[in-house]
T-cell receptor, first 111, second 114 residues
Framework: QQQVKQSPQSLIVQKGGISIINCAYE??????FPWYQQFPGKGPALLIA?????SEKKEGRFTISFNKSAKQFSLHIMDSQPGDSATYFC??????????FGKGTRLHILP | KAGVTQTPRYLIKTRGQQVTLSCSPI?????VSWYQQTPGQGLQFLFE???????NKGNFPGRFSGRQFSNSRSEMNVSTLELGDSALYLC?????????????FGPGTRLTVL
């Protein structure tokens, strides 16, 4: 019940296309859903985060869509660029101070 | 403001040995969390320290332990190393805790157990 399931494991998108990564959770107590971006040799960095009282949040080319009833949330990267090639992690906050991460999606944008 | 620093960046140990990893959080941050990252399991939460007290713990055996000092610096210790402990160990700091507060990750320590 504490798991966050992320798909796909890897994704290849043409430059200019839309990259979509999906996550699903079971624990309805989750109330904080961040996305992290990780480049090789670096630690993850917070990209964008959403709370369940909002169905969508947009920051530049990055959008989180949240479906509370389906217990799913997704990251959309519009106009994907080669510089977006990285590993993306969804996560969910539960309890007092604990975050559960998905297993990651390796995204590759073709130039 | 300096970011989260971790030392050493790379470490090679043999089975049965023990290892200590160090993490210096961003100045003013009181919470430090540790994660194990492996290709198969992703990021797994080890524990979180806040004001020198362990506040949260993940599902790892007792061989994994940590502590936090009064200056918020944290160390993680793994005793009796096993091959499966080979991983990237990340620490993250935040102002007040992982929930609802942005976590800032360090570059990690790559541990290889032979």
């Amino acid at each position: 019940q504490q798991q966050v399931k992320q798909s796909p494991q890897s994704l290849i998108v043409q430059k200019g296309g839309i990259s979509i990564i999906n996550c699903a959770y079971e624990n309805t107590a989750f109330d904080y859903f961040p996305w992290y971006q990780q480049f090789p040799g670096k630690g993850p960095a917070l990209l964008i985060a959403i709370r369940p009282d909002v169905s969508e949040k947009k920051e530049g080319r990055f959008t989180i869509s949240f479906n509370k009833s389906a217990k799913q949330f997704s990251l959309h990267i519009m106009d994907s660029q080669p510089g977006d090639s990285a590993t993306y992690f969804c996560a969910a906050g539960v309890g007092d101070d604990k975050i559960i991460f998905g297993k990651g999606t390796r995204l590759h944008i073709l130039p | 403001k300096a970011g989260v620093t971790q030392t050493p960046r790379y470490l090679i140990k043999t089975r049965g040995q023990q290892v200590t990893l160090s993490c210096s959080p961003i100045s003013g941050h009181r919470s430090v969390s540790w994660y194990q990252q492996t290709p198969g399991q992703g990021l797994q939460f080890l524990f979180e320290y806040f004001s020198e007290t362990q506040r949260n713990k993940g599902n790892f055996p007792g061989r994994f332990s940590g502590r936090q000092f009064s200056n918020s610096r944290s160390e993680m210790n793994v005793s009796t190393l096993e091959l499966g402990d080979s991983a990237l160990y990340l620490c993250a700091s935040s102002a007040a805790g992982t929930r609802n507060n942005e976590q800032f990750f360090g570059p990690g320590t790559r541990l290889t157990v032979l």
